[in-house]
């Protein structure tokens, strides 16, 4: 299995920063990485596709970044409604892997 | 409206069966490709089993391999995940989830989950 591991697990930041979140792969996965935003009791949410093509309807403040092991969500003007959980997803392989997440609230 | 939704979650003992569906609506369901990921409380998330939009293939997770059938019925838009021999650890918040790519993969729209409860 393809693991990946996110950094930080947990962060605190404030309205208005710029935030980035970094995903590792065990091996090489090209661009199949995907981000993911959840909010308590809720699905999961599609924000990044492909390393860095923005799903339809996610703010722009939302990018991503990166190829083969190392990958970035940036968040570039944290908004009250971005404190959540973040997950990276690879999809290298059928059955994809999740990273563990980060948790990013309020400073 | 994309709509997916998630039933036949509950509570059962270990050893027990369940099955749980997933009806889409707002899309053409036969063409997509589905997956069940689940989530244990506070944890994170695990791809559970994947099946291509004519039904023809579906792949397993080791941990529920031999135990969990995924199936699908695109007449009536319905996504299927049939549970068997369940253990404790199964115990989680299941989601279906909706795969656009071709030969890529993303989830780009999921149900609200069905809690899932596994004890004695």
């Known amino acids: 299995d393809i693991q990946m591991t996110q950094s930080p697990s947990s962060l605190s930041a404030s309205v208005g920063d710029r935030v980035i979140i970094t995903c590792r792969a065990s091996?090489?996965?090209?661009?199949?990485l995907n981000w993911y935003q959840q909010k308590p009791g809720k699905a999961p949410k599609l924000l990044i596709y492909?390393?860095?093509s923005l799903q339809s309807g996610v703010p722009s403040r939302f990018s991503g970044s990166g190829s083969g092991t190392d990958f970035t969500l940036t968040i570039s003007s944290l908004q009250p409604e971005d404190f959540a959980t973040y997950y990276c997803?690879?999809?290298?392989?059928?059955?994809?892997?999740f990273g563990q997440g980060t948790k990013l609230d309020i400073k | 409206e994309v709509q997916l939704v998630e039933s036949g979650g509950g509570l059962v003992q270990p050893g027990g069966s369940l099955r749980l569906s997933c009806t889409g609506s707002?899309?053409?369901?036969?063409?997509?490709?589905m997956h069940w990921v689940r989530q244990a409380p506070g944890q994170g998330m695990e791809h559970v089993s994947t099946?291509?939009?004519?039904?023809?293939?579906?792949y397993y997770a080791d941990s529920v391999k031999g135990r969990f059938t995924i199936s699908r019925d695109n007449s009536k838009n319905t996504l299927y995940l049939q549970m068997g021999s369940l253990r404790v650890e199964d115990m989680a918040v299941y989601y279906c989830?909706?795969?656009?790519?071709?030969?890529?993969?993303?989830?780009?729209?999921w149900g609200q989950g069905t809690l899932v409860t596994v004890s004695s």
């Open positions: 989830a909706r795969d656009p790519g071709l030969t890529n993969s993303w989830f780009d729209f």
């Open positions: 707002g899309f053409t369901f036969s063409t997509y490709r």
């Open positions: 099946i291509s939009s004519n039904g023809g293939s579906s």
């Open positions: 091996q090489s996965i090209s661009t199949y």
């Open positions: 492909a390393a860095s």
């Open positions: 997803q690879q999809s290298y392989t059928t059955l994809v892997t």
